[in-house]
């Protein structure tokens, strides 16, 4: 098994990441044909379960994207049912200490690195019979989420863990922690400063740093300022967008008939 997405990073770029937050086979499909490099189904947030989980990915089986996870949380049952259900990466949420950093490596590797267990029912499709194993451990990607100031201040404790490949920011709960507003798009330079250490500190680890954003003028800056995967708001916020603004066209420029 070959993760498009490290291919990616070490050709030097960044990522395009897209985010699934439907239990909708068809529209994880529809998504996998716009040109992203991976696309993340949302089971924190989202109204993703397990099973539509597996939809999404046989859906976009067929398309060159790498197929991830952000799970409910950083819980060995539900990290090694997504391997096993065919995520090539893992994104989890509020891991604020490099113990937890250390379990979410330990619950996603198969020994000697780490607990995970054996049985990729549906991954080990995507090598011959007996290969998933061997390669696993150095494909999937883990991501650990920076979104809390306790993570903050353990920011380089955590990056120093062996077996992640970077951090993924959450900027709306990352404000939030320091009493400011939830929204994705950040400007306040307290929080712009915190972007550029982590960005700092990853470069000299030769670690990934992910965020997500609202759309595509605030993932252009993020690469701009050095981040290496960058999540295009979700499916629901591209369509709604979209929709919005086809609707307020409409009406702007029917001469007030609808």
Not at 25 to 54: N, P, R
Not at 95 to 107: G, I, K
Not at 204 to 230: D, Q, Y
């Amino acid at each position: 098994m070959a993760n498009k997405v490290k291919e990616i990073w070490k050709s030097g770029k960044a990522v395009v990441n897209a985010w699934l937050a439907i239990p909708s086979g068809f529209s994880a499909e529809m998504i996998a044909q716009c040109g992203f490099d991976s696309v993340t189904v949302d089971m924190q947030h989202g109204v993703q379960d397990y099973l539509s989980m597996v939809q999404c990915f046989q859906a976009m089986d067929k398309h060159p994207i790498t197929p991830m996870v952000r799970v409910p949380w950083n819980e060995p049952g539900i990290i090694g049912k997504v391997l096993d259900g065919g995520a090539y990466g893992v994104i989890c949420p509020m891991v604020n200490t490099p113990q937890e950093a250390r379990n979410l490596v330990s619950y996603s590797k198969y020994p000697p690195k780490g607990v995970r267990s054996n049985g990729p029912i549906r991954a080990g499709m995507y090598g011959t019979a007996g290969s998933y194993q061997k390669t696993a451990n150095d494909e999937i990607v883990l991501l650990p989420m920076m979104e809390t100031r306790t993570a903050v201040e353990n920011m380089e404790a955590i990056l120093d863990v062996e077996g992640i490949d970077g951090v993924y920011i959450g900027p709306s709960d990352l404000g939030f922690s320091y009493g400011l507003e939830p929204k994705l798009d950040r400007s306040e330079p307290e929080i712009l400063a915190i972007y550029e250490k982590i960005i700092k500190e990853c470069g000299k680890r030769g670690l990934n740093p992910g965020i997500h954003c609202s759309g595509a003028e605030g993932a252009a800056r993020a690469i701009n300022m050095g981040f290496k995967l960058v999540t295009l708001s979700n499916e629901v916020g591209l369509m709604t967008t979209y929709a919005k603004m086809q609707v307020n066209a409409t009406r702007k420029d029917s001469g007030g008939k609808a």
